[in-house]
């Protein structure tokens, strides 16, 4: 059976993504769990999927449960639509909206297909990560090979930097305290 490869770009920054990996047999709503849990985000919100075009304009809906919004064509249901069902171009995308209150938005692109699936892998699954995901709640906890990663992007070990993460600067060191008397506040005022 084909496999279907996913990116899903955070729109607010596009360095920021994940693939996934999916059955064509598979149904929204197993993409939309696999989303979640590839950007670490819980499962209390409202979502939906939007069909879209190479402009990134939002095309007929797929939503997670019905409602009664007034939309100009009859909402699909996440649980009941194939992934497949809705692939009609070799780059189809779709945008993903989660959590109508803060309006997290995602950008989901197909970047390609497999012909046969990998019989290792539990699908629908994450099979790459990029970029560090936006906190659902404000700041997260830096933990485990997130704190390794924000290192490396920040370069927060560089020299001049304590453990704690503080600069020197600021401190006086000794050489500077001997030759200095208080200066008066004309002094100051000059730069």
């Given amino acids: 059976m084909p496999v279907l490869k996913f990116r899903v770009y955070w729109e607010e920054d596009e360095s920021v993504y994940r693939d996934i990996a999916v059955k064509p047999a598979q149904n929204f709503l197993q993409f939309h769990q696999a989303i979640l849990t590839a950007y670490e985000f819980d499962t209390k919100h409202k979502a939906t999927f939007f069909r879209s075009n190479d402009n990134w304009q939002r095309g007929r809906e797929i939503i997670l449960e019905p409602d009664d919004q007034p939309r100009k064509a009859e909402p699909l249901l996440m649980a009941d639509t194939p992934i497949g ?36 892998l539990n699908y629908p699954v994450c099979v790459r990560k990029e970029g560090l995901a936006p906190s659902q709640y404000g700041t997260k906890g830096l933990i485990g090979d997130k ?9 927060l070990n560089r020299e001049g930097m304590s453990d704690d993460g503080f600069g020197e600067e600021g401190e006086e060191t000794e050489q500077e305290d001997d030759g200095m008397e208080e200066s008066s506040g004309e002094e100051e005022n000059m730069f």
């Avoid at 780059?91 to 692109?109: G, H, P, R, S």
């Avoid at 297909?113 to 019989?119: L, Y």
């Fill in 85 to 120: 069902a809705m692939v009609k171009d070799p780059n189809q995308k779709f945008i993903y909206l989660y959590d109508f209150a803060k309006n997290w938005t995602f950008l989901v692109e197909l970047i390609g297909v497999q012909k046969e699936e990998n019989s290792k």
């Fill in 147 to 155: 704190l390794v990663e924000m290192e490396e992007k920040y370069d």
